[in-house]
């Protein structure tokens, strides 16, 4: 069985909303460790449901934090549904450091391997596709904190797709 790296950032990890989506019986999603993306990005909250942006421009904003996964293709599929793949955001292959820890979800005082050397993967990471100039001037952050006032799907009433698509053609 062949398995795809996958670096999640925001509502998917550990302790985050929609992280039962990596746990279900919808194909496998085996944790590796965590990891830091090796080049900058712009990352953001943003939207009216507060959903968190990695926005495509690289080398712009900070090193995100997050969680490198082996997926099958079944989870592969799930995760693109999710996440909107390929309408709304792109998949990108990008280089992450593993890392052993971080003192606090938001610290840039990150552990590398117990063997102070890199160890490096590459992983897909979603990134926001288009429609996303009135996102670049948001507050840029690395880690997605556990407070964030995401609003889940299940709890934004019918009609939460048209408010998306108002809100400049699907930022959620």
């Not at 959903?51 to 421009?57: I, K, N, Y």
Request: with cysteine; net charge negative.
């Amino acid at each position: 069985m062949s398995y795809t790296k996958v670096f999640v950032y925001g509502t998917l990890r550990k302790n985050r909303p929609n992280h039962h989506v990596l746990n279900s019986n919808n194909g496998i999603a085996n944790f590796v460790s965590l990891g830091r993306t090796r080049i900058s990005f712009p990352f953001v909250i943003g939207g009216p449901y507060n959903t968190p942006f990695v926005l495509p421009l690289k080398n712009k904003g900070n090193r995100i934090f997050g969680e490198i996964y082996n997926v099958d293709d079944e989870m592969l599929a799930v995760l693109d549904d999710l996440e909107g793949y390929p309408n709304y955001y792109d998949r990108w292959l990008i280089e992450v450091t593993k890392v052993d820890s971080v003192d606090t979800d938001d610290s840039d005082d990150i552990q590398i391997n117990k063997n102070d050397v890199e160890d490096i993967d590459e992983c897909f990471i979603y990134v926001k596709k288009n429609n996303f100039d009135h996102l670049i001037n948001l507050d840029y952050i690395s880690s997605y904190p556990l407070e964030n006032g995401y609003i889940p799907r299940e709890k934004r009433g019918e009609n939460w797709k048209e408010k998306v698509l108002i809100n400049q053609s699907g930022n959620e």
